[in-house]
């Protein structure tokens, strides 16, 4: 009596083994290479799995019958697919790869680049481009040109230091490729000691950055750039400047030479500015706005992915 019970009770559950099955199969792409760590899922089900290094995966304890499946992985178009469970044979899922465009980003000199349109704070950026099309006598001065908000407090044609909104000296801090320049912000008579000749980009983060900058950030920052080598690898590049402005005879060159090859960066740059003192239809000749800036600045680094 009691084999018969047993072997009743085994034909009854029978069906309910047989209403239960997996979902095995390997996502790969377009050129036959496995998608490694992608996600499959059945959204009806609200059941899925992530593929292995090899793009392997298994989904167990699926009901039988036809299921939606949906793979995606990050760089890659969403796949969706119908199939009829349980499978013969392992199933094979091919993914398109897909270009992702990004917005626009600042790279400032701290550890982390901002995104202009999700930063808490406001951030203006000017152009090397723009720096130079700004008759100017220092990157402040252009940079105040530019970029609203900013002002320029000078004591002379070749010195000025930045205010933002009515906040300068030691509440702006002023930085060169994320480096502090605080030379400035104690005298009246010390200016910024960057060449503009040289400069890439200015960033001015506009409002308190003391969590990111420090404690002297309380009005602003103004990070200044340097040009970056650049160029095919193995070709020496070089750049000539020239300027003349004929309110104090300003005469400026800059004579600069970069090199990259494998990762290797170099690059020098020299520049000479020489302005004789002005004059003024009230004044006539206005003493001491003469100046002399010489800069000789070099750079030697290696870019290369670090940890792959």
Same mark, same amino acid.
């Given at each position: 009596m009691k084999?018969?019970l047993t072997f009743f009770?085994?034909?009854l559950t029978l069906?309910t083994?047989?209403?239960?099955s997996?979902l095995?199969?390997r996502?790969?792409?377009?050129?036959?290479?496995?998608?490694?760590?992608?996600?499959?899922?059945?959204?009806?089900?609200?059941q899925g799995a992530?593929a292995?290094?090899n793009?392997?995966f298994t989904?167990?304890d699926?009901?039988a019958?036809?299921?939606?499946?949906?793979v995606?992985?990050?760089?890659?178009?969403?796949?969706?697919?119908?199939?009829?469970?349980p499978?013969?044979?392992?199933?094979?899922?091919?993914?398109?790869s897909t270009?992702?465009?990004?917005?626009?980003?600042?790279v400032t000199g701290?550890?982390?680049s901002?995104?202009?349109?999700?930063?808490?704070?406001?951030?203006a950026?000017?152009t090397?481009?723009e720096i130079?099309?700004?008759?100017?006598?220092n990157?402040?001065?252009?940079?105040a040109r530019?970029?609203?908000?900013?002002?320029?407090?000078?004591?002379g044609?070749?010195?000025?230091?930045p205010?933002?909104?009515g906040?300068g000296?030691?509440r702006v @801090? *002023?930085m060169?490729? /994320?480096? &502090?320049? =605080?030379?400035?912000?104690?005298?009246d008579?010390?200016?910024?000691?960057?060449?503009?000749?040289g400069l890439?980009?200015?960033e001015v983060?506009k409002?308190p950055?003391?969590?990111?900058y420090g404690s002297?950030?309380v009005a602003?920052?103004?990070?200044?750039?340097?040009a970056?080598p650049t160029g095919?690898?193995?070709?020496?590049?070089?750049?000539?400047l020239?300027?003349?402005q004929s309110?104090?005879?300003l005469?400026?060159?800059?004579?600069?030479f970069n090199?990259q090859?494998?990762?290797?960066?170099?690059?020098?740059?020299?520049?000479h500015?020489?302005?004789?003192?002005?004059?003024?239809?009230?004044d006539g000749l206005v003493?001491?706005?003469g100046?002399r800036e010489?800069? @000789? *600045?070099g750079?030697? /680094?290696? &870019?290369? =992915?670090?940890g792959r």
């Amino acid at each position: 009596m009691k084999q018969y019970l047993t072997f009743f009770l085994l034909l009854l559950t029978l069906p309910t083994l047989a209403q239960t099955s997996a979902l095995r199969g390997r996502v790969l792409d377009q050129k036959g290479q496995p998608v490694p760590f992608a996600n499959v899922g059945l959204p009806a089900l609200q059941q899925g799995a992530a593929a292995d290094e090899n793009g392997r995966f298994t989904v167990a304890d699926l009901p039988a019958g036809p299921q939606q499946v949906q793979v995606s992985a990050v760089g890659y178009t969403t796949a969706n697919q119908t199939v009829t469970l349980p499978l013969a044979q392992p199933l094979t899922v091919r993914l398109q790869s897909t270009e992702s465009t990004l917005g626009e980003v600042v790279v400032t000199g701290v550890s982390r680049s901002t995104e202009i349109r999700r930063s808490p704070v406001p951030i203006a950026a000017l152009t090397g481009r723009e720096i130079r099309l700004n008759a100017n006598g220092n990157a402040i001065d252009a940079a105040a040109r530019g970029v609203p908000g900013l002002a320029a407090v000078t004591t002379g044609p070749n010195i000025s230091k930045p205010f933002i909104r009515g906040l300068g000296y030691n509440r702006v @801090l *002023t930085m060169f490729n /994320g480096l &502090r320049q =605080e030379g400035q912000q104690w005298g009246d008579e010390h200016g910024i000691e960057v060449d503009g000749y040289g400069l890439d980009r200015v960033e001015v983060v506009k409002g308190p950055s003391s969590l990111l900058y420090g404690s002297d950030a309380v009005a602003g920052v103004v990070n200044l750039l340097p040009a970056l080598p650049t160029g095919p690898n193995g070709e020496l590049h070089g750049e000539a400047l020239a300027e003349y402005q004929s309110v104090n005879g300003l005469v400026g060159n800059s004579l600069a030479f970069n090199y990259q090859k494998n990762g290797f960066q170099t690059s020098l740059r020299g520049s000479h500015r020489l302005a004789r003192d002005y004059r003024n239809a009230v004044d006539g000749l206005v003493y001491n706005t003469g100046f002399r800036e010489l800069n @000789l *600045t070099g750079m030697v /680094g290696v &870019r290369k =992915e670090w940890g792959r």
